[in-house]
């Protein structure tokens, strides 16, 4: 073979290569535009003066900012002064979801990290038997048993509560071991073990050792059970009934399109959500990495 | 089929036998679900068995200390003046005694009063505080129904009672073994002429050699009473007529034994025409959904991981940023956007039925469509991750044997990820069963027929379940349900475990 037929077989190559990169360039472009779609037109709604649900057009023909402004508070032109929004108190509920989803974040943690910590480094006779309790409970449909949750906390007194919310929130919690102690796995024991010799406790270990270790799953626990309120609606709808003063993001914003008011609170809704989206959108990208490990279950080193 | 028949098939051969052993596995994971069910229960009854071995062994060899804390717990460890330790067994024991006495005895017997009754109703003078008789209607008895919220009684309580004394009842005789055990053993340790654990040193071993007690302590109360006591009450509502003829406080519901499983399965027409038309959509549903998510989710990583391609970042983020946005408001927005007048129809000036179409095929494609929406940026953002850890020197060797792209692709690409992501296309067959969102959001289930109970064209168990506890109060069909869909997520989990465990033997990648 000669130098110029090689270099012509390598142009051929090349050509070819460019030619198949420009239609993948194609489709990855078609691909984003559709994918995007729905989620630029949301925020073009959001954005938009007239409250049309179905617009000819895809950019706003007037633009406004009232739509935002509109969900904490209400101008009232007989008044003169600014009134809360009558029948969907978003500040409220954004607040509600708030004080829900930080609290649980720091229980859930401490008990995913504890539990995960106990099935992960300590050996004891009945780990077995709660590793299979922990896998059947996992498998039976979550809201299956929803009603039942709701009578027992009729009985604590804290039926349509938000504390109620946050104890069921937290109490299941306990069953997301999986990912951190997958984690926990991949810490050497020998330093346990290095630990134990110079007379450490287990309880010892825990804080000084494995903790400081842990910073990125405790960061991830945190965030994950931090998340879930925001975008919980099967639970809360279910257990804050009527009960609107304890609606959280997700139920007030779904209500918002009930066919009574969808026709008027189209726009509001779109600016709730991208309102709610846009921060969670943030997390999630930054968390991405860890979201794979959770899933392949740490097959992923990359 | 053997090792040998399996390497020689190509890799699509392999596709359709792993796709087919799969489904035939199904029978094999539900005989194999019920055998170890059945071993739980065996092991779970010799546990007990050694456990009164045990326990009577320690009676015979004890000392009077010993012997008594069999009666009087705690006592051994007075004797043995171990003060603190005694003192609470002798507090558990005397809360339980006061809390049955006083409380939770009353919910046992009458979770069998009269026999089949779960609780008794004070109707004026036609049937009194007896309760219904077995299989008979109160609404159908003539008189006044008093509801005196002071001696009604409320089936809902005294079944979640029953659950909570038995589970209380579980953990006290865990408690009360614990006794007898630490009574004989602080007597073995004093006849050993050694000095036993003062409560100091005992407090101490729960940071070290009993710190996985202290830890799951509270995890453990929490779950046992938000989540199991929860299912155990759901799974007992299954054999009840808890629904919306029969709702506490006021009505009464009682044990009808597995009349809903009959019905479910044959008796009532209606009920069992939906329960099967659901159980075969759910499962065609979950078929499309997982594997057109898998293999288009794949096709676009290796899109954006080809070499070649510039800002592979760009691209990758783009996508991210739709499964990031919480999928009740992208879902909702679709549901929008796809509606009869909605602004899809309205731009295309089309006036396509995606989400009403009566005939139901239109929303059952359009849910798929959206699924796949929905869920191919999570299947391109787990397979960029495994894509990279291919070895390079596979790819490499192939090209210097002349394997051009295509078949780069179909003998180490495609072989490589399926063998790697075969338990994550079984997780995701199962969360598709389970797949609530995309159903709720965007139709909801419907269009809804008169054909279906209590349930529209593109529900699946999991949303008939949903509407069957929210809309229509049928809680003992939702229970039933719930069990059913249980059942068929243990088995999927049964054969992942099983394929991941065949998988690591042949070791095609090792």
């Known amino acids: 073979m000669t130098n110029t037929q090689s270099a012509a077989m390598k142009s051929g190559y090349a050509a070819r290569r460019k030619a198949a990169n420009i239609i993948i360039y194609v489709i990855l472009s078609i691909m984003v535009i559709i994918w995007l779609f729905p989620i630029v037109w949301l925020v073009m709604r959001s954005f938009s003066g007239d409250n049309l649900i179905a617009p000819k057009n895809f950019f706003p023909t007037e633009w406004t900012f009232d739509n935002y402004i509109n969900l904490f508070a209400v101008w009232d032109s007989e008044a003169n002064a600014w009134v809360d929004p009558d029948p969907f108190p978003y500040g409220k509920w954004l607040l509600n979801t708030f004080i829900v989803a930080v609290c649980s974040a720091v229980i859930s943690t401490l008990i995913i990290l504890m539990i995960s910590y106990a099935f992960s480094r300590l050996r004891f006779k009945t780990r077995k038997t709660f590793l299979n309790f922990g896998l059947i409970l996992g498998m039976f449909p979550g809201f299956m048993s929803m009603a039942a949750t709701y009578n027992i906390m009729e009985i604590f007194g804290l039926k349509q509560s938000l504390v109620g919310l946050v104890i069921v929130y937290s109490a299941g919690a306990g069953l997301g071991y999986q990912v951190s102690k997958g984690f926990f796995d991949t810490i050497p024991r020998s330093l346990d073990e290095a630990a134990k010799i110079d007379g450490a406790t287990r309880n010892q270990i825990f804080w000084v050792i494995i903790l400081p270790l842990s910073k990125p799953i405790i960061v991830y626990t945190a965030l994950t059970t931090f998340l879930s309120p925001w975008a919980d609606y099967i639970f809360v709808s279910y257990f804050m009934k009527d009960n609107q003063e304890n609606y959280t993001v997700a139920v007030g914003l779904y209500n918002m399109l009930e066919p009574n008011y969808i026709a008027n609170y189209f726009t509001r809704f779109c600016a709730g959500a991208v309102l709610i989206a846009v921060p969670i959108t943030i997390l999630f990208v930054i968390m991405q990495r860890f979201y794979v490990a959770g899933v392949t279950g740490g097959a992923v080193k990359g | 089929m053997d090792y040998l028949d399996?390497?020689?098939?190509?890799?699509?051969?392999?596709?359709?036998?792993?796709?087919?052993?799969?489904?035939?596995?199904?029978?094999?994971?539900?005989?194999?679900?019920?055998?170890?069910?059945?071993?739980?229960?065996?092991?779970?009854?010799?546990?007990?068995?050694?456990?009164?071995?045990?326990?009577?062994?320690?009676?015979?060899?004890?000392?009077?200390?010993?012997?008594?804390?069999?009666?009087?717990?705690?006592?051994?460890?007075f004797v043995h003046k171990q003060i603190g330790k005694g003192l609470l067994f002798l507090a558990a024991e005397v809360a339980y005694i006061v809390y049955m006495v006083s409380f939770g005895f009353q919910y046992i017997t009458q979770i069998y009063s009269t026999g089949v009754n779960i609780g008794g109703n004070i109707v004026n003078g036609v049937i009194g505080n007896e309760g219904p008789i077995y299989g008979q209607d109160p609404d159908g008895l003539t008189g006044d129904v008093i509801i005196n919220s002071d001696t009604v009684d409320d089936s809902n309580k005294i079944l979640l009672f029953f659950v909570m004394t038995v589970l209380i009842t579980i953990a006290f005789v865990v408690v009360y073994v614990a006794n007898t055990k630490s009574a004989y053993a602080v007597q073995q340790i004093e006849q050993s002429g050694k000095k036993p654990m003062s409560a100091m040193e005992e407090l101490r071993s729960f940071l070290d050699e009993r710190f996985h007690v202290t830890l799951m302590a509270i995890p453990v109360i929490l779950l046992l009473i938000f989540t199991v006591l929860p299912i155990i009450f759901t799974i007992f509502v299954a054999f009840t007529n808890y629904d919306k003829n029969h709702q506490p406080p006021g009505n009464l519901y009682w044990w009808v034994g597995f009349e809903n499983f009959a019905d479910v399965f044959y008796t009532n027409k209606m009920k069992s025409e939906t329960f099967g038309k659901i159980l075969l959509w759910t499962i065609v549903w979950a078929f499309f959904a997982t594997f057109s998510n898998y293999i288009l989710g794949i096709v676009l990583a290796l899109m954006i991981n080809k070499k070649g391609i510039k800002f592979k970042g760009f691209w990758r983020t783009m996508f991210v940023i739709t499964a990031a946005v919480p999928q009740f408001v992208t879902l909702l927005v679709m549901r929008i956007l796809l509606d009869d007048k909605g602004a899809i129809n309205s731009m295309l000036g089309t006036n396509i039925p995606f989400l009403t179409d009566m005939s139901g095929v239109w929303p059952k494609i359009t849910v798929i469509l959206v699924n796949m929406w929905v869920g191919i940026p999570y299947t391109m953002l787990i397979s960029s991750g495994l894509l990279m850890n291919i070895p390079e020197d596979l790819y490499e060797s192939a090209r210097i044997d002349g394997a051009n792209a295509f078949q780069q692709f179909t003998k180490i690409t495609f072989p490589y990820i399926f063998f790697v992501t075969t338990?994550?296309?079984?997780?995701?067959?199962?969360g598709n069963i389970n797949n609530f969102n995309v159903i709720y959001f965007l139709t909801a289930g419907g269009p809804n027929s008169d054909s279906y109970y209590q349930a529209g064209q593109t529900d699946l168990l999991v949303t008939?379940?949903?509407?069957?506890?929210?809309?229509?109060?049928?809680?003992?069909?939702?229970?039933?349900?719930?069990?059913?869909?249980?059942?068929?997520?243990?088995?999927?989990?049964?054969?992942?475990?099983?394929?991941?465990?065949?998988?690591?033997n042949e070791e095609e990648f090792s």
């Open chain 2, 6 to 77: 399996y390497v020689q098939m190509t890799t699509g051969q392999r596709f359709v036998y792993k796709l087919k052993s799969f489904f035939m596995g199904i029978p094999g994971a539900i005989v194999k679900l019920v055998s170890i069910v059945g071993h739980f229960i065996a092991s779970f009854f010799s546990m007990i068995a050694n456990g009164f071995k045990g326990y009577g062994e320690r009676f015979s060899n004890g000392d009077t200390g010993t012997k008594l804390s069999y009666v009087i717990m705690g006592a051994g460890n």
């Open chain 2, 423 to 430: 338990p994550y296309l079984i997780t995701s067959f199962v």
């Open chain 2, 464 to 504: 008939w379940l949903y509407k069957l506890t929210v809309n229509s109060s049928d809680y003992n069909l939702a229970a039933v349900i719930g069990l059913l869909v249980f059942v068929i997520c243990a088995a999927g989990a049964l054969i992942t475990f099983n394929m991941s465990k065949a998988s690591k």
